[in-house]
């Protein structure tokens, strides 16, 4: 499988990395119920296909992906590189508490050392910029986890140039982790060209627009979503941008159809397009999702398919806008 050089660390990341947001189970921002064993088999089955790294969170399932995680590590020779984050807590509701103060930054880095049973987390990543007011103190403290060994690299996640500009004052960036997909352009204005230019990796996350760009949804499976699974609050599965979406996954199923691929593949490699971005984060709650769509990790789609993808998207947001 491809890899790229994440910025200007010595990390070579596969271009498909596995995600493990939604097999972390109930939380605020969970996706319903999911089997532990599937999960886990998940991992060993992406760990199999050739991926090389896994990204997780203590928020996840509130700490339940990172110890799926380390279940699946004890059961494999793979060694991947390992990218976890702090600054999310929570309470007793299961409702995420934001807090970026020093001493709590320590406690989440031993506690995920613990549940994934490593030494040294490879990638360290401050999950969101959130108190604002606490970044620096916070980023002070992952400095000082680096020096003691307890983790190798720092990056932050959802971070605007701004943000990133103030912590890099006390130590670099490694790597960002924002948002992107067909759906979700923001990174594309300005934070793509900042990171190429400062060697700043950028891991992706929901390429595929939490399941919407795979070409399995559709209005029946959306009211089946589990009553506890997040997708039901977001804005993008609501009408009218929900059924624009339906629209243009059709089409762009017509155009991975002509390669033998899949939409979930085309969005994924839609991602990779763009040489900035070091790899694409791919979520997956069983062996047959990841078996898929790491397919998407060799293919590189040319500039009339790009071209196409372009009028489609143009297509959705003027359908939009005159909805609206």
């Known amino acids: 499988m491809p890899t790229r050089r994440l ?6 990341l596969t271009t498909v990395g596995l995600g493990t947001w939604a097999l972390g189970g109930p939380w605020q921002y969970g996706w319903g119920p999911q089997d532990d064993g599937e999960a886990v088999a998940g991992i060993l089955a992406a760990l199999d ?19 799926l995680v380390g279940q699946a590590l004890r059961q494999t020779q793979h060694k991947p590189i390992i990218a976890t984050k702090c ?3 929570w309470n007793e509701r299961r409702e995420k508490v934001v807090h970026l103060k020093r001493d709590s930054i320590r406690r989440e880095c031993l506690a995920s050392l613990r549940r994934l049973g490593v030494e040294q987390i490879d990638l360290y990543q401050m999950h969101w910029p959130d108190p604002p007011q606490d970044i620096e103190e916070a980023w002070e403290e992952m400095v000082r986890l680096a020096e003691e060994g307890k983790v190798k690299y720092l990056g932050v996640c959802n971070y605007n ?7 890099s004052r006390i130590h670099p960036v490694a790597s960002l982790q924002p948002p992107y997909s067909m759906l979700r352009r923001d990174v594309e204005k300005e934070l793509l060209g900042y990171c190429a230019r400062q060697k700043i990796g950028v891991v992706a996350y929901s390429p595929m ?26 804005p993008e599965f609501q009408d009218p941008a929900f059924s624009a ?34 790899s694409a984060i791919v ?21 009339q398919d790009i071209e196409e993808i372009e009028t489609l998207l143009a297509r959705r947001e003027k359908t939009l806008a005159g909805s609206s």
Request: no cysteine; glycine share 10%; net charge positive.
């Open 7 to 12: 910025g200007s660390t010595d990390l070579n």
């Open 209 to 234: 627009q939490r399941g919407l760009l795979t070409g399995t949804f559709n209005h029946e499976r959306l009211a089946a979503l589990a009553p506890d699974d997040h997708r039901r609050r977001m």
């Open 161 to 167: 140039v701004q943000q990133i500009e103030r912590i």
């Open 283 to 303: 979520g997956a709650r069983r062996p047959s999702q990841i078996q898929e769509t790491v397919g998407a990790a060799d293919w590189s789609l040319g500039k």
């Open 87 to 89: 600054g999310i807590l």
């Open 49 to 67: 296909a050739g991926i090389n790294w896994i990204d997780t969170a203590p928020a996840y399932g509130l700490g339940h992906s990172e110890e």
């Open 245 to 278: 979406s339906l629209e243009l996954v059709a089409s762009l199923r017509k155009i991975a159809q002509r390669y033998g691929r899949s939409a979930a593949q085309l969005a994924i490699s839609w991602v990779l397009r763009r040489p900035e971005v070091t």
